[in-house]
């Protein structure tokens, strides 16, 4: 019997101190998920500089590259609105690229090249595109707007998905026209792909004025439709706190406001080109339908190309297989007549040699 109880004993004390061990497993897990979320942020730094330095040496023969420091509108949300320096503005970094061998006397058209993804920054994928503009004589603004990834967690939570990260976009465009002489304030184009394109779209939308021209590639234009079609991984992007805070369902209003296809009322008919792809495995064709529908109900003017299955889905036009060039080729041509650069390619064959071959010293 005392064996017996003992035993008892021994079970309840050994329940009870496994409970208070499973609440401080608890507690610890829930810290080192803190700590490995911190070290995510800082191995994105680490790889941005990576990114920065194979900036530096694969644009060295064509374009003097640089990243300057500036200003955009403050944060969205603070926690504390009355703390010090609340309202301050949001300090992000912009890429700047300027081809080797202007003339400081002459005027250049300028593009501004906002990157894509949620939480994405303007990594070395785009180098080859850099190349082709920087061949053509464009001066390029490519900013590393709020809720980049890169620079840290406080700026990854910055994020304002549709909002005042376009004015960001728009801020760095401005940064050009009023500090470098050479650069044409009447031709400035903007180019984006994915949520680049709805970056671009919405500058379009609200800067009208400071835009003779945008594309806009397999640019997400429905956040409605685009909750319906991703898994739940996804959705719990938009629905932290830190970001748009509900779920479609909760706030679709919201949703809707961050949509090109629910505001193309604001569109003035720049001159715009938007181009999607049917076998896109990122933004599905439906988006672009949507956005396409309705600026046609809404009688805006502008062009636009859904290609049929072309290899590469959601990067069809920015890989480097011919088919890709060639559509790309369009691209800049839609933009030169615009824009008016130095340089005008007139084939794939011309695109290639002036952009891959490195200059002879």
Request: with cysteine.
């Amino acid at each position: 019997m005392k064996s017996a109880v003992m035993l008892g004993v021994l079970l309840f004390l050994g329940v009870s101190c496994f409970s208070q061990d499973t609440d401080e497993l608890k507690k610890e897990i829930k810290s080192l998920k803190e700590v490995v979320a911190d070290y995510e942020h800082r191995f994105d730094a680490l790889e941005k500089i990576a990114d920065d330095n194979l900036w530096f040496s694969r644009m060295q023969d064509v374009a003097f590259v640089d990243k300057v420091y500036i200003c955009g509108p403050a944060p969205a949300r603070v926690k504390n609105p009355t703390a010090m320096g609340a309202s301050n503005p949001v300090k992000f970094w912009s890429y700047v690229f300027i081809p080797k061998g202007v003339d400081l006397q002459k005027k250049y058209p300028l593009i501004v090249l906002p990157h894509g993804g949620v939480h994405g920054n303007f990594g070395t994928y785009h180098v080859h595109i850099i190349r082709e503009l920087m061949a053509q004589g464009y001066i390029v603004v490519a900013p590393e707007y709020r809720g980049s990834n890169g620079y840290g967690k406080d700026f990854y939570r910055k994020i304002d998905y549709g909002g005042l990260e376009v004015e960001d976009v728009d801020a760095s465009r401005a940064y050009m026209c009023e500090n470098y002489d050479f650069v044409d304030k009447d031709r400035v184009g903007i180019v984006g792909w994915s949520h680049g394109g709805l970056i671009a779209l919405f500058a379009l939308f609200d800067h009208a004025e400071s835009y003779k021209v945008g594309y806009a590639g397999v640019p997400v234009s429905d956040l409605v439709a685009r909750m319906g079609y991703y898994d739940d991984g996804y959705r719990k992007q938009f629905s932290a706190d830190y970001h748009l805070g509900k779920t479609a369902q909760e706030d679709i209003a919201e949703y809707r406001k961050r949509s090109p296809a629910w505001n193309v009322d604001r569109f003035k008919n720049t001159p715009l080109l938007i181009q999607s792809n049917t076998n896109d495995d990122d933004v599905n064709v439906l988006e672009v339908e949507h956005l396409v529908k309705s600026l046609k109900a809404a009688n805006k003017r502008f062009e636009y190309e859904i290609y049929k299955d072309v290899p590469g889905g959601h990067s069809f036009d920015r890989i480097d297989p011919l088919k890709s060039r060639e559509i790309r080729l369009k691209v800049w041509m839609f933009l030169a007549k615009e824009l008016n650069p130095p340089v005008k390619f007139k084939s794939v064959k011309d695109m290639a040699k002036a952009a891959y071959l490195p200059i002879s010293k």
